[in-house]
């Protein structure tokens, strides 16, 4: 029965559900972090997740029976989860790399033979669905997808988004409309498809050159898109677009639809279309909107790897972004050390608010890419920690202050992460920080063949960790968008993750460079760059690529322990501070000026 107002704790809201699951016959309840478009940050209205269970991290999986509820959350979770689960009655579960099926299997071990999974088949991909299905059939346990039971029990659920949508500036833009859609049918053809559906936000966005703001952080806005032989058509709520951006897309052969009729249009398809879809990147919901008279090819998305390619434009522009985003950091941190020197007050809210203040005064910025980390001492070892109005440090005393954090700027997305000395910081500190810029460092170095699959490089960087005995739990690397999301595909430098044809490293990708260290209660350490894959000179044994290091702001070389650093690290690190120095000192001045002066002189032993 719908309640007239939403339950207020998380125990109360779990109990509604149970109650819920039991009107409709469903003894267990899979509730993952996902919405209609396999998106990583989601709209409010699909943060059921949230809501929930209370713990608000922007990954985890969610599986209530009548009898126990389990959230399952890697190790960059683990303690918020835990603090943020305390009382609710749903048991921290934590999963370790390599283990994205253990929610399946947990579920398949709890539930009775002859027993039925409910699921809101528009938020969970066709994939996922099959991978569940082959858990739970040796059970014979059934699945029904066809309702949301948080629609039952959340009456103050958030309406979807309804902010505009507007073009991507032109002098930002490498390749048309036209002839991004030319190469998608292009290859559409090789596959034997003459139609295709995409649902993911930021290949929309990329393929239309359009962007939006439904969802914190990312520039996209929620649509689909069904690309045909000749037209295509972008499924978008009415309003969002104004006349002007409809008459453009019409002049590309793009015509614009209600975002609520997608399913109607994919029924409608004619027998003998051949449709192109991802079943890792289309909800279940669609899948079973297309007639079974209509042929489909499941094969990975093109554009997503099409996307993660950035053309040399797009890299000089990327390169500006970087340069404009220096400067601002070069500004913080000037602020940041006389600040802190002063013995004024600074807490990790402060740091929030000035980092992305002095961001908001350079060229082209947008918005931050994603909630900025600012963790101090015990707070740094949370890799994914976020200071609230009702929990925060404040930055004395003694020890290292972490600073995870980046703009979207309309020629570029950035990510970087520093960690500043605080007063004095002790020998073991020193090692830590040292050890992951050593990290940092090899990677970055370092010359691999064209085609290598992204998770083999992770062992390079995590090497120099190793031979210390250290070791991390979150990936080295992930892909970055161009003035889209800080999270893209298709590599990822994780050893854990899956090697893959669509992973393999490509020119003109975009990654991060981030492992770290973490000490529970004491602190953490994670120096972070992106870099882009440029070629190398070929060789008779083929073509080969390496980095070219993107980010342009300096490492605090107060905390390095040099006796850990040999001399080819110690060049590259001048090199890249003399780097930084010569393109940062033409945007900058005054105190920014003397800090950037003074964190880039070289090193010597």
Not at 158 to 164: G, I, N, Q, T, V
Not at 270 to 289: G, H, I, N, T, Y
Not at 377 to 397: C, D, K, R
Request: charged residues 20%; hydrophobic residues 40%.
């Amino acid at each position: 029965m719908p309640l007239s107002e939403s339950p207020q704790t998380p125990a109360a809201r779990l109990a509604a559900l149970r109650d819920a699951m039991r009107e409709q016959g469903v003894d267990a309840w899979w509730l993952p972090s996902s919405d209609p478009h396999s998106s990583e940050y989601l709209p409010h209205h699909w943060q059921g997740r949230v809501w929930l269970s209370g713990f608000d991290g922007s990954v985890g999986t969610l599986v209530v029976t009548q009898q126990a509820a389990g959230l399952w959350v890697d190790s960059r979770y683990w303690v918020q989860a835990e603090q943020q689960l305390a009382g609710s009655g749903i048991e921290l579960m934590k999963l370790q790399p390599g283990q994205a099926q253990r929610p399946m299997q947990w579920l398949a071990e709890q539930l009775s033979p002859g027993a039925t999974l409910g699921f809101d088949g528009a938020v969970v991909s066709t994939a996922s669905v099959r991978q569940l299905e082959a858990h739970l059939a040796p059970k014979e346990i059934r699945w029904e997808g066809h309702r949301d039971l948080l629609d039952a029990i959340w009456p103050e659920r958030p309406a979807l988004p309804e902010a505009p949508v507007h073009a991507h500036p032109s002098a930002y833009v490498d390749a048309s409309r036209r002839d991004k859609l030319a190469t998608l049918r292009q290859a559409m053809e090789a596959q034997g498809a003459d139609t295709h559906l995409v649902s993911t936000l930021d290949d929309i966005a990329w393929l239309t050159n359009l962007r939006g703001s439904d969802v914190a952080f990312n520039p996209v806005f929620l649509s689909h898109l069904l690309v045909e032989a000749t037209r295509a058509t972008l499924f978008v709520a009415p309003g969002k677009l104004d006349d002007a951006v409809i008459g453009e897309l019409a002049d590309d052969g793009i015509d614009v639809a209600d975002y609520a009729q997608v399913a109607e249009r994919l029924g409608g398809l004619p027998a003998a279309a051949c449709l192109l879809l991802d079943p890792a990147r289309v909800s279940l919901a669609l899948m079973q909107a297309v007639p079974e008279s209509v042929s489909v090819v499941e094969a990975f998305q093109p554009s997503t790897l099409a996307k993660s390619r950035k053309s040399d434009r797009d890299i000089e522009h990327v390169r500006h972004a970087m340069e404009e985003d220096g400067a601002a950091l070069c500004a913080f941190f000037a602020w940041l050390e006389d600040a802190l020197a002063s013995d004024a007050t600074v807490t990790e809210l402060h740091v929030d608010e000035r980092i992305t203040a002095a961001r908001a005064e350079r060229d082209g910025f947008v918005s931050r890419s994603f909630a900025t980390i600012a963790a101090f001492n015990a707070n740094g070892a949370l890799p994914h920690y976020h200071a609230t109005p009702a929990a925060h440090s404040v930055i004395e005393g003694d020890g290292l202050l972490l600073i995870d954090s980046g703009g979207q700027y309309l020629g570029g997305t950035t990510d970087i992460t520093r960690v500043v000395p605080v007063g004095e910081i002790d020998a073991a500190q020193r090692r830590d920080f040292t050890q992951v810029l050593k990290g940092t460092i090899a990677l970055s170095r370092a010359q691999f063949p064209r085609g290598i699959p992204s998770p083999q490089l992770d062992a390079i960087a995590r090497a120099p960790l190793w031979s210390a005995g250290i070791d991390y739990g979150h990936g080295t690397g992930h892909g970055v968008g161009y003035f889209l999301n800080v999270h893209e595909g298709p590599q990822v430098i994780a050893w854990y993750a899956p090697p893959t044809p669509q992973s393999a490293m490509q020119p003109g990708m975009i990654t991060s460079i981030e492992p770290g260290v973490y000490r529970p209660g004491q602190w953490g350490v994670r120096i972070e760059n992106l870099v882009v894959n440029r070629s190398a000179q070929p060789s008779e044994f083929g073509e080969f690529l390496h980095f070219e290091t993107l980010t342009l702001c300096p490492i605090d070389t107060r905390a390095i322990d040099i006796s850990l650093l040999d001399d080819a690290e110690i060049a590259w690190l001048n090199a890249y501070h003399d780097e930084v120095r010569q393109r940062l000192m033409p945007k900058v001045e005054g105190e920014a000026r003397d800090w950037l002066e003074q964190r880039t002189q070289p090193i010597a032993r």
